[in-house]
Every structure is written in C-alpha cells, then in structure tokens.
C-alpha cells in the first residue's frame, strides 16, 4: 500500500522568506507524485506533478518541487511567499492499486500561514 | 465551462435521512472517484469507478453507494445519515496514470448532519 507522510502540519511565514514543505512517500513501484493547494473554503487545484524526466518540477505560482528518488521525498519549494499564498498544501502519490486503476493517495497536508 | 461539477454545494439534513451528491465530469476522462475530507483537511478516497465500472472500494460504511449511470457521471448516495457522515466530499476525474490532465477535482459538496 502506498502512503504519504507530511512532516510539518503547521507553517508559518512572513511575506517574503523561503517556504520548504517536506513530503515523503512509501511506495514498492513506479509512482507519480503532487503537490495541491487548498485555498480556504475551495477546492483542490493542482500546483504541479511529476511522472518522468527532470527531477526538478517547476509548476504554477512561482512554486516548484523536487523528486528525489534515493529519499523518497517530494519537497516543495518557493523563493519568496506572498499573503495569497495562505493556504492548504497536499502532498499525494499515486500508484497501480490493481485492475489498472491508479488511486491517489494524499498526505494530510499543510497548513501554510502568511503574515503580510 | 466547469470541468467536474457536483451538485449541491451545500446540502445541511437530519440525521437518518437519505440523500445524494452528484458529480458530472466533461473532460472525456474514463476514471471517476469520491474523496471525503474530515475536519482536520485529511482527504481519504471511498470509491473509484473505471469507465462505469468499481475498482476500489474503501472501507466505507454499506451506506454509501456509488452509482455510474455512464462514464461521465459518478453520483454518491448516503442512506441513514449519521453525523460522522459530516464532512467535505469531493468528486474528481483522471485520464489514467499516464494523462497529461492529471487528477481533476470539483469544487466539493459540504454537507452537515445535524
């Protein structure tokens, strides 16, 4: 069975400093990995995925993550957070879970708070 | 145009009553799932159906039934409603493991037991 494992469940930043979010993930095959942003009171909406090729995933809002398969880690990362990046983030992977379909898994996520 | 719709937004009932979620898809996607989201964020998938057909089902109270009248519709009924029932569920589709559209998520139906 494949799991996910966020190491912080609280983050909190000021405007402007680097934000790291730790993402782990136990899985015996190939996976594909992603990190979602909830903002609050929507849905999820994808940040960025990665399923082959580059390590080094560059995805939307300046943010970006890298795969290190040695680790089995997923990271994600930004140079400078901004207030709207105030939000919930979620580590997922996923997997063949039998019968050719691929279920993704989630991790429980991240809370990130901004402080302007 | 909205790519996974559910319907309603929100839906507040008693306890022990019956009722339904619905979830249409218009990306042409083949997999379908329901995911519910606890009060404390945890996203925990219940059901997968892979062109109408189920593929995972989690351990979910018989309760809940998943219905696929066809690949594009994934609906969610809940008999007996208890108020552990309350929670955020969301639909989403994929194109499979390989699909450049990834996993795409509805805006989620709120519901609350009361």
């Known amino acids: 069975a494949q799991s996910v494992s966020q190491h912080n469940h609280h983050v909190i930043l000021s405007e402007a400093a680097s934000l790291e979010l730790g993402c782990n993930y136990s899985y015996g095959g190939t996976v594909n990995l992603f990190w979602y942003v909830q903002y609050p009171g929507q849905h999820l909406q994808l940040l960025l995925k990665y399923f082959s090729g580059d390590p080094l995933v560059k995805g939307i809002k300046g943010f970006e993550a890298e795969f290190i398969k040695s680790k089995f880690s997923f990271n994600l990362r930004k140079p400078s957070v901004q207030w709207s990046d105030t939000a919930e983030y979620f580590c997922a992977v996923n997997g063949d879970s039998g019968a050719g379909s691929y279920q993704l898994t989630f991790g429980k996520g991240t809370k990130l708070s901004v402080i302007p | 145009d909205t790519a996974v719709s559910q319907t309603p937004k929100y839906l507040v009932t008693q306890m022990g009553n019956d009722k339904s979620i619905k979830c249409e898809q218009n990306?042409?996607?083949?997999?379908m799932y329901w995911y519910k989201q606890d009060s404390k964020k945890f996203l925990k998938i219940m059901f997968s159906y892979n062109n109408k057909e189920l593929i995972i089902n989690e351990t979910v109270p018989n309760r809940f039934s998943p219905k696929s009248p066809d690949k594009a519709h994934l609906n969610l009924h809940i008999n007996s409603l208890e108020l552990g029932d309350s929670a955020v569920y969301f639909c989403a589709s994929s194109g499979g493991r390989d699909s450049v559209y990834g996993y795409t998520f509805g805006s989620g139906t709120r519901l609350t037991v009361v």
């Open positions: 990306l042409g996607h083949d997999t």
